[in-house]
């Protein structure tokens, strides 16, 4: 497994601008998949983005297709979200995910323990 931690949530207000940042405690570059959940208050976790290892895969949530971009670092071992134009909607606990598999059977799926991000209106 490996340990992952976020950093960058806070209070803002709608409008503003938010960058989260994921740190890995091992090397990403062969990891299949790293990415950002949130969860609301009262809701399922869902995800937001998730990109693959060369970057050339992404996958989104259409509310915030436009307005959050996704990077990531395999030399840093480091993944960011940069979400701009934040909406109330995007309030919620918004974790880091790292996911891998062989074969298509999955061999890693590790979460870090989430940051808080509150927009108000």
């Known amino acids: 497994q490996v340990q992952l931690v976020e950093s960058g949530g806070g209070l803002v207000q709608a409008g503003w601008s938010l960058r989260l940042s994921c740190a890995a405690s091992i090397s990403i570059f062969r990891i299949s998949a790293m990415g950002w959940y949130r969860q609301a208050p009262g809701k399922q976790r869902e995800l937001v983005w998730v990109?693959?290892?060369?970057?050339?895969?992404?996958q989104y949530a259409d509310s915030v297709k436009g307005r959050f971009t996704i990077s990531r670092d395999n030399a840093a071992n480091t993944v960011t979200l940069q979400m701009n134009s934040l909406e109330p909607e995007d309030t919620g606990r918004y974790f880091c995910n790292a996911a891998d598999y062989r074969s298509g059977v999955p061999v890693l799926n590790s979460w870090g323990r989430g940051a808080q991000v509150t927009v108000s209106s």
């Open positions: 990109i693959s290892v060369g970057g050339g895969s992404t």
